[in-house]
């Protein structure tokens, strides 16, 4: 078994910038990402002999190019209860859309959570002062969607590998 997700990668550049919103809060556990992404649609474990039916699946999905902004940063579920820190995206519709297409190609998966257009900054495991999320700097930025990727994620000791599996290219 593999556990595998749908996503669109970020430039090398704009993950170096987001690392730069890192900061220590006291008396916090905090899980920050490292590998950024936008996540389509998490799929969870398949067995390794499923993958040959969702790369020709995804290989149907027809899309074109678009540009996505950074928006503020913001909080899952809440900023009072946070448990995700994330950056927004803009436009949302063509992003929805694509999630969409994917979505439908991959109706064997349900998801459990609607989408929500975001890159994931970090995980919240514990906060004590909440004070500390607003020194979090919004990043100005944006990049240009030409494709998505299928992405295994292997869960190491406490850290995530992200190995891509295959690229889908837009039209």
Known sequence: MIRVFVAIDLPKELKKELR?????????????????HLTLKFIGYIEKNDLKSIKEKLSRVKFKPFKLSFTDVGYFPTEKSPRVIWVGVEPHEEVIELQEKVDDKLIKYKDDYKFHP???????????DKSFLKKIKFVKGGFRIKSFKLIQSKLIKKETEYIELFSFDSQ
């Open 20 to 36: 730069k919103l890192k900061i220590d809060i006291p008396d916090s556990r905090i899980n920050w990402v490292d590998d950024f």
């Open 118 to 128: 975001h890159i994931t900054l970090a995980r919240i495991k514990s906060i004590k």
